[in-house]
């Protein structure tokens, strides 16, 4: 394996770890405007997410650096080509940040709603831009023959994008669903229960369509053959399938595993689909950027490469023990007015 292959293949796990991670959050910010039955509930559902979610996005900003480091001419083209998608991720990742935190500046139930409102309008609007984006490198946008994009936004918008944009947000409320059900105790996680039944199903039917898809986009559009791509779609339709088998019997820890292994394998077959180009030209295909056209220097992917080598299992462990300190569950219990909690005994003297 080339250290350009390398380099591919760590950009698409630290997109996968991105769309697993924060797809939860996503979920969540989307779930927590109508599974709530009060503010008191609402915010059991930020506070499960509340020591997370900033650590999670590190993910993105590591796949973009990687892409930037790695394939300095696809970052270009696509951050260029995708300029105004990719600045509307980026006003709406700003709007999610600020409703974290002015939410909690105001004690009226006006104000803490509206910011309700818009943290799950980004939640939404965000995995929904990212797929359409992401769907756009395999679909393909017209390409001059020195890379330039030469299209608009208009040649982002197509059937397939605007399914893989509206499956994305539909897996990540689902795998929201399942990660709340493994965090929460009480009223809010019986109800999340039924959350779960009732989305395992639009979910896990959308993301096998996508999986089936993305495998025909690779061969039309990419002029790929089945396989390699067959292995990873026939893979995220088993997970998927999994996915749902277990949130309808409340199997809650083997659904969030089931549906973080779907969108992982959704993400694989999106990158499979593409290999050995990271980004389609339409309809002249012979413009696309390879691997080969649009890597760095080998001299700068091996300095790359023992950097990650040595530095992402730091990373990796650090977050994994961030999850271990705080995988204790939250109380989603109403609390009844009238029952006052008892009082120590006075101090003598």
């Known amino acids: ?32 405007l109508f599974v709530p039955h009060n503010e008191r509930e609402r915010g059991v559902l930020f506070r499960s997410v509340g020591p ?43 709007v999610r ?9 105001g004690d009226g139930d006006r104000w803490r709603r509206t910011w309700s409102v818009v943290h799950a309008g980004a939640s939404l609007m965000i995995p929904f831009a990212w797929g359409v984006a992401l769907a756009s490198l395999l679909h393909g946008v017209p390409l001059a023959s020195d890379g330039t994009f030469t299209g608009g936004v208009s040649d982002l918008i197509s059937p397939y994008s605007i399914f893989a944009g509206a499956t994305l947000a ?22 999340l229960n039924d959350v779960c039944r009732a989305l395992s199903w639009p979910a896990g039917a959308a993301g096998c369509a996508l999986a089936v898809w993305t495998l025909v986009e690779a061969i039309d559009r990419n002029n790929k053959d089945a396989f390699p791509t067959l292995l990873p779609a026939a893979l995220a339709v088993a997970a998927l399938a999994l996915a749902v088998a277990s949130a309808r019997k409340l199997r809650t820890g083997r659904a969030f595993l089931a549906t973080a292994g ?35 220097a080998h001299y700068a992917l091996a300095v790359m490469t023992v950097a990650a080598v040595l530095l992402l299992p730091v990373v990796l462990i650090y977050q994994g023990w961030t999850y271990r300190v705080l995988r204790a569950r939250l109380a989603g219990e109403e609390i009844d007015p009238g029952i006052v909690a008892p009082q120590p005994p006075p101090e003598p003297g």
């Open 1 to 32: 394996m080339g250290l350009d292959t390398f380099w591919f293949c760590l950009i698409a796990v630290l997109w996968s770890g991105y769309f697993v991670l924060e797809g939860f959050d996503f979920g969540v910010g989307m779930l927590q």
């Open 52 to 94: 997370v979610w900033d650590g999670n996005e590190v993910w993105l900003v590591v796949a973009a650096a990687a892409t930037f480091a790695a394939f300095p001419t696809w970052y270009a083209t696509m951050f260029s080509g995708f300029y105004v998608a990719l600045l509307a991720i980026l006003v709406l990742l700003i």
């Open 97 to 105: 940040v600020v409703s974290f935190e002015w939410r909690e500046r």
């Open 170 to 191: 539909l897996l990540s409320l689902f795998h929201g669903a399942t990660f709340l059900t493994l965090r929460l105790t009480g009223g809010l996680q019986s109800r």
């Open 262 to 296: 779907g969108i992982v394998l959704l993400v694989a077959t999106l990158f499979t689909g593409l290999y050995p180009r990271v980004l389609v030209s339409a309809p002249n295909l012979g413009n696309s950027l390879t691997l080969a056209n649009s890597a760095s």
